[in-house]
């Protein structure tokens, strides 16, 4: 294939292999004994109970990635409600209601049919709650990046402007929220965007801007949250709409103001590309959109500010009485406007300061702040109030503050300390954390710390020593100890290790880019390189660009190396020309992975069969085996196009042992995908569904790139389920499409000729198979090989082999193999 490896495309993989994969058959099969009939059910119904389990776990951990296992195991076991009720859940939670109401229909038929009775109550009530969009159903795990996180505690006092924004919604495409900092605009809009996704159905996403500093890397931002891969011809917007457009929700764009126009360009472009989705923006003044509807969020009415400054000073102080304070909390609240951030920082000094001293120490301060009543004042009002309880630290305290208003994500202490100076941070880190002026909760590794962003600005502000590159230097360290865990056993945890850094890392990238540090930047982005190709970590291409620009010509070997990663990213989304442009811009190198990126790029395998022994050799001097060894891998389908068996079999076999012995699972995964590839084009058929079998068995990190339901799909339509391959190639094909990965349209060519031509529909296999033989090497020997039985049918209809229409690209391909699973994943019976 062009570039790339033979296996493209995302899937997110966490559990270990699928309890259905254990199951053989019926135990006993042949066997007649009296008594074995009760056992062969009892174990039978034990195996079914493990699976209901396995897969209820699946659905809540990716719901997209469970609907075609579970598509596949009710149509084996039809009368099994439980099986049906986890397909509507998942599909529904998949943004696919009308799908999930199908499958209660198909349900409802199997039950009548057979046994002459209506569904139970379980998946009748079911079916009420997908119709009724019911909040219980939930929206499983956190299979896309941007999800939504849960809200924490109770939204005090916010009850009628939940209403008001879900009206809103229900009326206009963009909805913005404006008002001063620390009003509260971004927990109201975490807990709208819950409700307005379950009102319009579909997902809810969340995007930060806070930690954006510049207006270009906005829809670069956006993209990263949500995962999308830039497409071919589209730039990053046009990406983001066009992933959006078939996946109907809410989308968040949390703190718009510091890069107002771009934000307001990118949330302009969702709506009027993408009809299904409604913009919920935060902002402290209106984007400016067509079709905006602005909802001022006004302060706590008194009774609700009280009631939020007795809620945290009881979580501050236990034996905090209510009651015996009602006089000067009201007072602290009428002085403070009722904004919110401001009240609980007052809230967290009762420990120390009673509510009635908090109020007379607040009049002097907030004397200052000016009138109340308008948005600039409400402003000076909490600027005043988090200037006062600054004042009340200590200088240590202060300092750390400032410090660690640097971290744009989350951070534990060891970072703390790192940055903050010192291992008595922890001390004053702690005091912080007490005082309300930085948040603490638990997190996926360990408990972390985050600053509210109007305190981080405020701290920004007045910091007074450097901190950006201790911050760099903390980051070099994180990708250092991730990378270790990223090339061997433990990979998983490292790519969730990595998703965690990410907002963090990238300010450290932007830092050192932006003042010329490209050492640093290299240090940074080096170690998790990789994870362009393997997880599509579109952001690291862009990097990689950058850090190419910002390379001097006297360092070559640096020049080769950020050369290859721009070809990755340029092959990837199918652009040769993209990288052709920069790399006449450098030049040439003089360097072997500087002829392996050019011949990477155009897809020449000859070329590529010449430069990689090199090109590997420099990766190595590099002190990079882990890329040499992904080098090796991603070569190999090119080279297997032009008749490269005994060079791949010989170099991927040896990769696949190394890595079995110490990892990656990706790797091993790549390579044994590979081996079964190769084995399948020379004939070796059951040697090649040995490797598929066991590639499908790893555990893989989430969002990993795999062709695992190529084979399921195989798999199922050789069992004679049909129906369930079409679906289950649709939805991978829906994938790609998302995810941009667009040359894995030759991979799902070949089932789709061979399927679709068994099935009768010779004209559109003809269109596929002439697809497939034009794509490239690897598409050519595959239309001869691989696609070889449904070549043998389309060759003997009377209609003859040429195919209808216009010679279609790999997205245009991609696109007409997806609206002809559409209808057979329908019409199928």
């Known amino acids: 294939m062009r570039g790339t490896l033979i296996t493209p495309a995302t899937v997110a993989v966490r559990k270990s292999a699928p309890v259905t994969r254990a199951w053989g058959g019926p135990p006993f099969a042949g066997l007649e004994a009296h008594g074995l009939a009760a056992v062969v059910v009892g174990l039978t119904e034990q195996w079914l109970g493990a699976v209901e389990a396995d897969l209820e776990r699946r659905a809540d951990a990716g719901p997209r990635a469970a609907v075609g296992p579970l598509a596949e195991i009710v149509e084996r076991h039809p009368l099994r409600e439980g099986l049906w009720a986890l397909l509507m859940t998942a599909l529904y939670r998949a943004g696919r209601q009308a799908d999930a109401?199908?499958?209660?229909?198909?349900?409802?038929?199997?039950?009548?049919?057979?046994?002459?009775?209506?569904?139970?109550?379980?998946?009748?009530?079911?079916?009420?709650?997908?119709?009724?969009?019911?909040?219980?159903?939930?929206?499983?795990?956190?299979?896309?990046?941007?999800?939504?996180?849960?809200?924490?505690?109770p939204l005090i006092g916010r009850d009628r402007d939940l209403r008001a924004v879900a009206g809103a919604l229900a009326a206009a495409p963009v909805v913005t929220l404006v008002g001063t900092g620390g009003i509260g605009k971004t927990r109201l809009a975490l807990a709208a965007a819950h409700r307005g996704a379950q009102a319009h159905g579909g997902d809810a996403w969340l995007v930060e801007l806070a930690e954006i500093a510049a207006p270009a890397d906005v829809p670069r931002a956006v993209a990263d949250a949500l995962g999308v891969a830039q497409r071919p011809g589209l730039g990053v917007t046009g990406s983001i709409v066009a992933a959006l457009r078939s996946r109907p929700g809410v989308l968040l764009v949390d703190n718009c103001e510091h890069v107002l126009d771009a934000a307001a360009e990118l949330v302009a472009a969702v709506p009027a590309g993408c009809a299904s989705v409604?913009?919920?923006?935060?902002?402290?003044?209106?984007?400016?959109?067509?079709?905006?509807q602005v909802?001022?969020?006004?302060?706590?009415?008194?009774?609700?500010?009280?009631?939020?400054?007795?809620?945290?000073?009881?979580?501050?102080?236990?034996?905090?009485?209510?009651?015996?304070?009602?006089?000067?909390?009201?007072?602290?609240?009428?002085?403070?406007?009722?904004?919110?951030?401001?009240?609980?920082?007052?809230?967290?000094?009762?420990?120390?300061?009673?509510?009635?001293?908090?109020?007379?120490?607040?009049?002097?301060?907030?004397?200052?702040?000016?009138?109340?009543?308008?948005?600039?004042?409400?402003?000076?009002?909490?600027?005043?109030?988090?200037?006062?309880?600054?004042?009340?630290?200590?200088?240590?305290?202060?300092?750390?503050?400032?410090?660690l208003s640097v971290f744009a994500g989350p951070f534990d202490l060891a970072a703390a300390e790192a940055v903050g100076g010192g291992p008595d941070a922890g001390d004053r880190l702690a005091g912080l954390v007490e005082r309300s002026m930085v948040t603490a909760g638990p997190g996926p590794h360990g408990r972390r710390f985050r600053l509210l962003e109007p305190i981080r600005q405020f701290a920004a502000e007045h910091l007074r020593e450097p901190a950006a590159a201790d911050h760099a230097r903390w980051c070099t360290g994180e990708v250092e100890r991730i990378h270790r865990r990223l090339t061997g056993a433990d990979e998983v945890d490292g790519v969730a290790r990595l998703g965690e850094l990410w907002p963090n890392l990238r300010a450290a990238v932007a830092w050192a880019l932006t003042d010329g540090e490209p050492g640093a930047a290299d240090a940074l982005v080096r170690p998790i390189v990789t994870e362009l190709p393997l997880r599509g970590r579109q952001e690291i291409g862009a990097w990689a660009e950058r850090i190419l620009d910002a390379t001097p010509p006297d360092e070559p070997d640096r020049r080769a190396f950020w050369l290859l990663w721009v070809a990755e990213r340029y092959t990837q989304n199918a652009n040769p020309d993209g990288y052709r442009r920069v790399a006449d811009r450098h030049g040439d190198s003089g360097r072997a992975l500087s002829r392996y990126a050019a011949a990477y790029a155009r897809g020449d395998g000859a070329a590529l069969r010449d430069c990689l022994p090199g090109a590997a050799a420099e990766l190595h001097a590099q002190g990079e085996p882990h890329a040499a060894a992904y080098l090796g891998l991603a070569a190999s389908g090119t080279l297997l196009g032009i008749g490269g068996f005994a060079q791949v079999d010989a170099a991927v076999s040896a990769l696949a042992h190394r890595f079995r012995a110490g990892g990656p699972p990706t790797l091993l995964h790549w390579a044994l995908q590979t081996l079964a590839y190769s084995a399948s084009f020379q004939g070796r058929t059951a040697e090649a569904e040995c490797h598929f079998d066991e590639a499908a068995r790893i555990e893989l990190p989430a969002g990993t790139l795999s062709a695992n339901k190529t084979a399921e799909a195989r798999s199922a339509?050789?069992?004679?389920?049909?129906?369930?391959?079409?679906?289950?190639?649709?939805?991978?094909?829906?994938?790609?499409?998302?995810?941009?990965?667009?040359?894995?349209?030759?991979?799902?060519?070949?089932?789709?000729?061979?399927?679709?031509?068994?099935?009768?529909?010779?004209?559109?296999?003809?269109?596929?198979?002439?697809?497939?033989?034009?794509?490239?090497?690897?598409?050519?020997?595959?239309?001869?090989?691989?696609?070889?039985?449904?070549?043998?049918?389309?060759?003997?209809?009377?209609?003859?082999?040429?195919?209808?229409?216009?010679?279609?690209?790999?997205?245009?391909?991609?696109?007409?193999?997806?609206?002809?699973?559409?209808?057979l994943a329908v019409s199928t019976a």
């Open 101 to 153: 109401l199908a499958a209660y229909r198909r349900a409802r038929h199997h039950l009548v049919a057979q046994l002459g009775v209506e569904p139970g109550p379980a998946l009748r009530a079911l079916e009420a709650r997908i119709l009724g969009h019911d909040e219980r159903l939930g929206d499983g795990g956190a299979e896309h990046r941007g999800r939504l996180p849960e809200r924490i505690g």
């Open 717 to 823: 339509f050789r069992r004679g389920e049909r129906r369930t391959a079409f679906a289950t190639l649709l939805s991978y094909v829906d994938e790609q499409i998302e995810a941009g990965n667009v040359i894995a349209a030759v991979v799902i060519a070949v089932e789709f000729v061979n399927m679709t031509a068994e099935a009768g529909r010779l004209a559109e296999a003809a269109r596929a198979l002439a697809y497939l033989g034009s794509a490239n090497d690897f598409g050519a020997l595959a239309a001869r090989t691989l696609a070889a039985p449904g070549a043998a049918r389309i060759a003997a209809a009377s209609a003859g082999p040429e195919p209808p229409g216009e010679p279609l690209d790999d997205r245009a391909a991609l696109s007409y193999m997806r609206s002809v699973l559409a209808d």
């Open 278 to 292: 409604r913009v919920l923006a935060t902002s402290r003044e209106r984007l400016g959109v067509a079709g905006e």
């Open 295 to 403: 909802l001022v969020v006004e302060p706590l009415e008194p009774g609700a500010a009280a009631e939020l400054f007795h809620a945290r000073a009881l979580a501050a102080d236990r034996g905090y009485d209510a009651a015996a304070h009602a006089a000067p909390v009201e007072e602290i609240c009428r002085r403070l406007d009722g904004i919110p951030l401001a009240i609980e920082l007052a809230a967290a000094r009762v420990r120390s300061h009673p509510p009635g001293d908090l109020a007379a120490r607040l009049d002097g301060r907030l004397d200052a702040a000016g009138a109340r009543r308008t948005g600039a004042a409400r402003h000076r009002t909490l600027r005043a109030a988090v200037q006062w309880s600054y004042d009340l630290l200590t200088p240590a305290e202060r300092t750390l503050l400032e410090r």
